[in-house]
């Protein structure tokens, strides 16, 4: 008996020991832990993946009642999957009243009912898993629906419980708490005639701001995060996440950013402890991705979001690239020097510890061949192909706007009639209606700017609607041109820009070169020539984008030889010199 109690007594020692030596020995491996970089870079899924944004009211109608849902995503998952993308970001399906098409979220726990339901989502993300691809959703929690249940509760009373959940003021001198203006026009305050004070929205008037001062309004946050996390999504696209914290006292906007005001409400002191906090309770725990959409964040405040050692973000969205053509309302068109100039800037601004996002459109913008291309019947298919090539070769994580690999382009609107979106109304009011601009000239801009340009639904194939819906009447109007630019033609086209977004993405899973490879411009005054190395080691290549219509003879800068064509948008020869000869709107890959 006593030498049994001997025996275990000392086997439990011995595991003990053992366990602890395992234990440390791990720490100190941890604590050494040298993992390999790439060009100073840790590899990281997320730094290698292609992302495909979906805006899920104009993808794919699957029951006829006009409006894009989730069972239609799923239906085309192979035909996503086909593009060689591997991440997709939903745009909002959370239940919404869509004053602002699911940026007014009233149940973030729902599924909006337009969309489906939760089980549709469920199988949507299955799907996705399924086909070895991920899920990145939505996360809009600077604001909220006004139909929110804590909206509701909120302006009930000024003794509410969740009346600190967002941000009143009453009057001063007679009028709004100060002279912030809103995204959507006008003021950014709203009387509430229930206890008359003003709530803060820097959006529509249907979507308050959240305190996030309130550390109940932060746990809240976390935890909703984590019902989708759990879920088994691959994490966020964090919506105007630099808005959360406010400047103590909400002092009024100076005159300089006055048409500017973005850059301002990035300023509030809380931000990154917010943000810090968030990673710790919520983030840390998982192997996902965060994007944070970033308006307002300039290029020198960018490394405090996303330096890898400060656990915030993982990357953000910059917005100097996709508003180069109209920085402010109007289209004010842009110089490819400029262009160029911005990426350099960003790669200098980007030490080893931090990541950037390349992306020159999505659901606030105009079509990327429309803005940066050319979408001239000539010139369409290989400038959409040349912006696909310098999309997936320049150094960040890329994201592609579902249409964007068909070629999609802006919409001729003729009427205010033909546009849903309340940014464009609500700027027709101001505009138009007091007589400062005239309809045409606002229609003109619109043609080049409106959100809703973007939006319309993708064009399935060339029947009715462009196969998008059964129903007569599509929740926003077809493009006209969906008879020669849908899915169907391009699936069946090997020379099509969808098939050339595969090739290119072969390309790019195959070289990592192109994911963490220094990045050079090789001509950045060039008016026309887009010229680039991307080099990992001994691995080299040469860009080459004519960004016009036109023929270009281009000499490479020092005697440089093209090398050995790996991927053109034309089908022609090799050129192996140090001489090219350029058609319009060509894009050529070479291997060095
Ligand atoms: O966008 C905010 C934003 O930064 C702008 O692009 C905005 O859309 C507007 O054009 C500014 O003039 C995000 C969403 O992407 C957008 O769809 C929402 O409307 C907005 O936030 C509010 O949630
Ligand atoms: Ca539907």
Same mark, same amino acid.
């Given at each position: 008996?006593?030498?049994?109690?001997?025996?275990?007594?000392?086997?439990?020692?011995?595991?003990?020991?053992?366990?602890?030596?395992?234990?440390?020995?791990?720490?100190?491996?941890?604590?050494?832990?040298?993992?390999?970089?790439?060009?100073?870079?840790?590899?990281?899924?997320?730094?290698?993946?292609?992302?495909?944004?979906?805006?899920?009211?104009?993808?794919?109608?699957?029951?006829?009642?006009?409006?894009?849902?989730?069972?239609?995503?799923?239906?085309?998952?192979?035909?996503?999957?086909?593009?060689?993308? %591997?991440?997709?970001?939903?745009? #909002?399906?959370?239940?919404?009243? &869509?004053?602002?098409?699911?940026?007014?979220?009233?149940?973030?726990?729902?599924?909006?009912?337009?969309?489906?339901?939760?089980?549709?989502?469920?199988?949507?993300?299955?799907?996705?898993?399924?086909?070895?691809?991920?899920?990145?959703?939505?996360?809009?929690?600077?604001?909220?629906?006004?139909?929110?249940?804590?909206?509701?509760?909120?302006?009930?009373?000024?003794? &509410?419980?969740?009346?600190?959940?967002?941000?009143?003021?009453?009057?001063?001198?007679?009028?709004? @708490?100060?002279?912030?203006?809103?995204?959507?026009?006008?003021?950014?305050?709203?009387? *509430? #005639?229930?206890?008359?004070?003003?709530?803060?929205?820097?959006?529509?008037?249907?979507?308050?701001?959240? %305190?996030?001062?309130?550390?109940?309004?932060?746990?809240?946050?976390?935890?909703?995060?984590?019902?989708?996390?759990?879920?088994?999504?691959?994490?966020?696209?964090?919506?105007?996440?630099?808005?959360?914290?406010?400047? @103590?006292?909400?002092?009024?906007?100076?005159?300089?950013?006055?048409?500017?005001?973005?850059?301002?409400?990035?300023?509030?002191?809380?931000?990154?402890?917010?943000?810090?906090?968030?990673?710790?309770?919520?983030?840390?725990?998982?192997?996902?991705?965060?994007?944070?959409?970033?308006?307002?964040?300039?290029?020198?405040?960018?490394?405090?979001?996303?330096?890898?050692?400060?656990?915030?973000?993982?990357?953000?969205?910059?917005?100097?690239?996709?508003?180069?053509?109209?920085?402010?309302?109007?289209?004010?068109?842009?110089?490819?020097?400029?262009?160029?100039?911005?990426?350099?800037?960003?790669?200098?601004?980007? !030490? =080893?510890?931090?990541?950037?996002?390349?992306?020159?459109? &999505?659901? !606030? %913008?105009?079509?990327?061949?429309?803005?940066?291309? *050319?979408?001239?019947?000539?010139?369409?298919?290989?400038?959409?192909?040349?912006?696909?090539?310098?999309?997936? +070769?320049?150094?960040?994580?890329?994201?592609?706007?579902?249409?964007?690999?068909?070629?999609?382009? %802006?919409?001729?609107?003729?009427?205010?009639?033909?546009?849903?979106?309340?940014?464009?109304?609500?700027?027709?009011?101001?505009?138009?209606?007091?007589?400062?601009?005239?309809?045409?000239?606002?229609?003109?801009?619109?043609?080049?700017?409106?959100?809703?340009?973007?939006?319309?639904?993708?064009?399935?194939? !060339?029947?009715?609607?462009?196969?998008? +819906?059964?129903?007569?009447?599509?929740?926003?109007?077809?493009? #006209?041109?969906?008879?020669?630019?849908?899915?169907?033609?391009?699936?069946?086209?090997? !020379?099509?820009?969808?098939?050339?977004?595969?090739?290119? &993405?072969?390309?790019?899973?195959?070289?990592?070169?192109?994911?963490?490879?220094?990045?050079?411009?090789?001509?950045?005054?060039?008016?026309?020539?887009?010229?680039?190395?991307?080099?990992?080691?001994?691995?080299?290549?040469?860009?080459?984008?004519?960004?016009?219509?036109?023929?270009?003879?281009?000499?490479? #800068?020092?005697?440089?030889?093209?090398? =050995?064509?790996?991927?053109?948008?034309?089908?022609?020869?090799?050129?192996?010199?140090?001489?090219?000869?350029?058609?319009?709107?060509?894009?050529?890959?070479?291997?060095?």
């Amino acid at each position: 008996m006593r030498i049994a109690r001997a025996v275990f007594f000392l086997s439990l020692m011995l595991l003990l020991t053992t366990s602890f030596m395992i234990g440390a020995d791990k720490k100190k491996q941890n604590s050494s832990k040298s993992v390999a970089t790439l060009n100073g870079y840790e590899p990281k899924w997320w730094k290698e993946a292609v992302v495909y944004q979906v805006y899920p009211r104009s993808f794919k109608d699957s029951n006829g009642d006009g409006i894009g849902d989730l069972p239609g995503i799923t239906e085309k998952l192979d035909y996503i999957k086909g593009i060689g993308v %591997n991440v997709i970001w939903l745009s #909002p399906h959370f239940d919404s009243p &869509n004053a602002d098409n699911g940026y007014d979220i009233r149940d973030y726990r729902k599924v909006m009912k337009e969309f489906g339901t939760m089980e549709d989502f469920d199988a949507l993300l299955k799907g996705v898993k399924q086909r070895g691809m991920r899920l990145v959703l939505d996360l809009v929690v600077n604001h909220t629906s006004d139909e929110h249940r804590w909206f509701v509760e909120s302006r009930k009373s000024k003794d &509410n419980p969740y009346r600190d959940y967002y941000i009143w003021r009453g009057a001063k001198d007679g009028h709004e @708490p100060n002279n912030w203006t809103s995204f959507f026009s006008g003021s950014a305050w709203k009387l *509430d #005639p229930a206890t008359n004070e003003y709530y803060l929205h820097l959006f529509a008037e249907k979507q308050p701001d959240l %305190n996030w001062d309130n550390p109940k309004v932060r746990n809240e946050v976390y935890d909703l995060m984590k019902f989708w996390l759990d879920k088994g999504v691959d994490g966020f696209r964090m919506d105007v996440i630099p808005f959360i914290s406010k400047k @103590p006292g909400l002092p009024d906007l100076p005159p300089e950013y006055m048409n500017r005001p973005q850059y301002f409400y990035t300023q509030g002191p809380h931000l990154h402890e917010y943000l810090q906090e968030m990673n710790k309770h919520v983030l840390s725990k998982y192997d996902v991705m965060t994007v944070g959409e970033a308006f307002g964040v300039t290029l020198e405040g960018t490394p405090d979001l996303v330096d890898e050692r400060r656990h915030e973000l993982d990357m953000i969205f910059n917005f100097d690239v996709v508003r180069i053509g109209h920085p402010g309302r109007q289209w004010i068109g842009w110089k490819l020097p400029d262009l160029k100039a911005i990426y350099t800037q960003q790669d200098k601004a980007l !030490d =080893v510890h931090s990541w950037n996002t390349i992306f020159m459109s &999505n659901h !606030d %913008n105009p079509r990327v061949v429309s803005a940066f291309g *050319d979408d001239s019947p000539e010139y369409r298919v290989p400038s959409a192909k040349l912006l696909a090539t310098m999309l997936l +070769t320049l150094k960040g994580t890329p994201f592609i706007y579902q249409g964007d690999e068909l070629g999609m382009t %802006n919409y001729p609107f003729k009427s205010l009639e033909d546009f849903d979106d309340i940014e464009i109304k609500n700027a027709w009011k101001e505009l138009v209606e007091t007589k400062k601009v005239t309809p045409e000239e606002f229609l003109a801009q619109a043609n080049k700017v409106a959100r809703d340009n973007s939006r319309t639904p993708i064009q399935w194939d !060339d029947s009715a609607n462009g196969g998008f +819906t059964t129903s007569a009447k599509p929740w926003l109007a077809m493009n #006209p041109n969906y008879r020669e630019i849908n899915a169907k033609q391009a699936t069946g086209d090997p !020379d099509s820009i969808y098939s050339y977004f595969r090739k290119m &993405n072969d390309l790019r899973r195959s070289t990592k070169a192109f994911v963490y490879g220094e990045y050079k411009d090789l001509d950045p005054a060039n008016q026309k020539v887009f010229a680039y190395t991307r080099t990992l080691g001994k691995e080299k290549y040469l860009v080459v984008l004519n960004f016009s219509k036109d023929e270009v003879s281009y000499t490479l #800068p020092q005697g440089m030889k093209a090398g =050995v064509l790996s991927l053109s948008n034309y089908s022609g020869k090799e050129e192996n010199t140090g001489a090219l000869k350029l058609k319009g709107w060509e894009a050529r890959i070479y291997k060095m």
